[in-house]
């Protein structure tokens, strides 16, 4: 697709749907990912349950600020 392509599919209905969220809860989201790598990095496996819970933790961190 060109850029040209891809602005035609933007519509003004679609950059309104679009919600800004802050730099404070982007911050903290990418906080929580981090320190959660890296404790991952230094194993082998991790179990999926772990994996589940860093996902629910960043996606209510971001739920919650697009609720606010």
């Known amino acids: ?3 040209l392509q891809i602005s035609d599919v933007m519509t003004d209905s679609a950059l309104d749907d679009i919600k800004v969220i802050s730099v404070d ?3 903290d989201a990418l ?4 320190a959660a790598l890296s404790q991952m990095v230094k ?12 996902l629910l933790d960043v996606r209510n961190l ?5 609720r606010s």
């Open 1 to 3: 697709m060109t850029d």
């Open 31 to 34: 906080s929580i990912i981090d």
């Open 43 to 54: 194993r082998e496996l991790v179990s999926t349950s772990e994996v589940s819970d860093l």
């Open 62 to 66: 971001l739920t919650a600020a697009v």
């Open 25 to 27: 809860v982007i911050s």
